[in-house]
C-alpha cells in the first residue's frame, strides 16, 4: 500500500514541475471557453453549415480559442501571443453566439489575459 502512494506522490511532483513551466490556469480557462461557446452554439437552434451564418464563423471562431488555449498549455513560450489570438478569436464568436455563452466568452478573456501576462519562472 505504502509503494502505491508514493507513485502517486512521485506523479503529483511531476504534474505540479510541469504545471509551473507553463500557464496552466489560463490555457486551462481559454480552452473551457472555447469548449463552453462551441457546446452552446452546437445546442442551440438553427446551425446549419449549408450557407454562410454568423453561427458557423462563431463555432469555427470557438474552436480556435479552444485550440489556442491547449497551444499554450503545449508551447509556453507562444503563450502570448496565443493569448491574445484566444480573446481575438472569441470576441469574433460573438458575432453569432446566443446569450447562453457568456460564461464561456468570460473564461475566454480571462485566460487569455492570464496566458498573455504570464512569464517563465513564475506560479500560475
Not at 478569436?89 to 492570464?114: K, M, R
Amino acid at each position: 500500500m505504502s509503494t502505491e502512494r508514493l507513485g502517486l506522490s512521485v506523479h503529483r511532483a511531476r504534474f505540479g514541475e510541469w504545471r509551473a513551466s507553463r500557464p496552466f490556469l489560463g490555457g486551462a480557462l481559454l480552452a473551457l471557453g472555447g469548449v463552453i461557446v462551441a457546446l452552446v452554439l452546437i445546442f442551440s437552434a438553427g446551425i446549419t453549415f449549408a450557407r454562410a451564418n454568423p453561427s458557423a464563423l462563431a463555432l469555427v471562431a470557438a474552436v480556435s480559442t479552444f485550440l489556442c488555449g491547449v497551444f499554450a498549455l503545449s508551447r509556453p513560450t507562444l503563450s502570448g501571443v496565443l493569448g491574445v489570438a484566444g480573446v481575438v478569436s472569441v470576441v469574433v464568436s460573438l458575432v453569432g453566439t446566443p446569450f447562453g455563452a457568456v460564461l464561456g466568452v468570460v473564461c475566454s478573456i480571462l485566460g487569455g489575459n492570464l496566458c498573455y501576462a504570464w512569464q517563465p519562472g513564475t506560479d500560475g
